[in-house]
T-cell receptor, first 115, second 111 residues
Framework: EAGVVQSPRYKIIEKKQPVAFWCNPI?????LYWYRQNLGQGPELLIR????????DSQLPKDRFSAERLKGVDSTLKIQPAELGDSAVYLC?????????????FGPGTRLTVT | GQQVMQIPQYQHVQEGEDFTTYCNSS?????IQWYKQRPGGHPVFLIQ?????EVKKQKRLTFQFGEAKKNSSLHITATQTTDVGTYFC???????????FGKGTKLTVNP
């Protein structure tokens, strides 16, 4: 069974530039999560999807961050414009069935460096 | 908001020594999950505890959930170099579906 796929694995951009991350969850997993992990910290939830619906985006900085999950499968997380403080690892995870009471499978993450 | 505290932040042991990490919440947790993240890797699910006072074992790893469901621990017996990594606890509160992670305990093992 293929795991959660993320791309790119690494991204270096200058501040004020836009950036996008892509995630393909495990087949059949309806719940998809985007987390941000700063160095030395645990993952922090940005947004959670149930199928194509964003059911928890309270931690998403909506002035610069956006996300979508068209057709309830793949998802894209975008930052525009990026700031120095956005440097972190962006993790995508998926789980089935719905809800946070089941194990989450994490992708390898995208390490973003903003200069 | 909900917070999950983990101690210690770092732990260095000699191979063969035991290791324990503790997780505490100020509020009652509905469940608690433990994840392991190897250096340069991503979090990998280890186990979930749901019941008050629950104890689960996986080979040399023992997981406990407190009676009040506000704390949990992970104990590794006779550590090996393959145990190296950061161990995170994560919990949900009440009816929330949001999993809140602790900051993790980074374990290093000296061979």
């Amino acid at each position: 069974e293929a795991g959660v796929v993320q791309s790119p694995r690494y991204k270096i951009i200058e501040k004020k530039q836009p950036v996008a991350f892509w995630c393909n969850p495990i087949s059949g997993h309806n719940t998809l999560y985007w987390y941000r992990q700063n160095l030395g910290q645990g993952p922090e939830l940005l947004i959670r999807y149930e199928n194509e619906e964003a059911v928890d985006d309270s931690q998403l900085p909506k002035d610069r961050f956006s996300a979508e999950r068209l057709k309830g499968v793949d998802s894209t997380l975008k930052i525009q414009p990026a700031e120095l403080g956005d440097s972190a690892v962006y993790l995508c995870a998926s789980s089935a069935p719905r809800g946070a009471r089941y194990e989450q499978y994490f992708g390898p993450g995208t390490r973003l460096t903003v200069t | 908001g909900q917070q999950v505290m983990q101690i210690p932040q770092y732990q260095h042991v000699q191979e063969g020594e035991d290791f324990t990490t503790y997780c505490n919440s100020s509020t009652t947790l509905s469940n608690i999950q433990w994840y392991k993240q190897r250096p340069g890797g991503h979090p990998v699910f280890l186990i979930q505890l749901v019941k008050s006072g629950e104890v689960k074992k996986q080979k040399r790893l023992t997981f406990q959930f407190g009676e009040a469901k506000k704390n949990s621990s992970l104990h590794i017996t006779a550590t090996q170099t393959t145990d190296v990594g950061t161990y995170f606890c994560a919990g949900t509160q009440g009816g929330s579906e949001k999993l809140v992670f602790g900051k993790g305990t980074k374990l290093t093992v000296n061979p």
